[in-house]
């Protein structure tokens, strides 16, 4: 099955700075990447998504990037604000159906 | 509804006992999921529906967990003979079909004693 690796686990940045999380997955054929942002006892929230046949997308203050060689993606958050601090998981998926998330990184965003 | 309903929100049970955990999808998915999340980590999956079928049970962990969605809207996840390693939050999610994003519920947490 598919294995989807996430890093850092815990990542702190002061307000107004950049924050880049990292995954990788092993599955080839795996076509679907979204990520979601989990608030402390919260339910995920889809923040953005990336499909195979796109390098790049952006929304406002985030992106994610996809290289599909590598089978890596990243998300980006740029002039992050406090309300950015919860935990974000990475997906992968080749069926559309079953997601394979990683363990998740947990973002401070220090005023 | 507006959202992914899950009920209950929070449930304490005894080692050995039954419990069912109730997901109300959002009205017109067609597709609805469970997933299982421990603490600090990411989501795992169990089940997916596509209407009334499990069109993939290859997550559920053991056949003390069933999953069933008669009417192809709402769906009850049932665990026999529950264990302390089933303790973890219990999240249900749904889709307007393939390949569609998700939205996830707020989840059961279940506590095994």
């Known amino acids: 099955g598919e294995n989807v690796e996430q890093h850092p686990s815990t990542l702190s940045v002061q307000e107004g700075d950049s924050a880049v999380i990292k995954c990788t997955y092993s599955d080839s054929a795996s076509n679907y990447f979204p990520w979601y942002k989990q608030e402390l006892g919260k339910r995920p929230q889809l923040i953005i998504d990336?499909?195979?046949?796109?390098g790049e997308k952006k929304d406002q203050r985030i992106a994610v990037t996809l290289n599909k060689t590598a089978k890596h993606f990243s998300l980006h958050i740029t002039e992050t604000q406090p309300e950015d601090s919860a935990v974000y998981f990475c997906?992968?998926?080749?069926?559309?159906?079953?997601?394979?998330f990683g363990t998740g990184t947990s973002l401070t965003v220090i005023p | 509804g507006a959202g992914v309903s899950q009920t209950p929100s929070n449930k304490v049970t005894e080692k050995g006992k039954y419990v069912e955990l109730r997901c109300d999808p959002i009205?017109?998915?067609?597709?609805l999921y469970w997933y299982r999340q421990s603490l600090g980590q990411g989501p795992e999956f169990l089940i997916y529906f596509q209407g009334t079928g499990a069109a993939d049970d290859s997550g559920l962990p053991n056949d003390r967990f069933f999953a069933v969605r008669p009417e192809g809207s709402v769906s009850t996840l049932k665990i026999q003979r529950t264990e302390r390693g089933d303790s973890a939050v219990y999240l249900c999610?749904?889709?307007?079909?393939?390949?569609?994003?998700?939205?996830f519920g707020s989840g059961t947490r279940l506590t095994v004693v």
């Open positions: 999610a749904s889709s307007p079909g393939h390949g569609n994003p998700y939205t």
């Open positions: 990336i499909r195979s046949n796109v």
């Open positions: 997906a992968a998926s080749k069926t559309g159906n079953q997601f394979y």
């Open positions: 009205s017109g998915h067609t597709a």
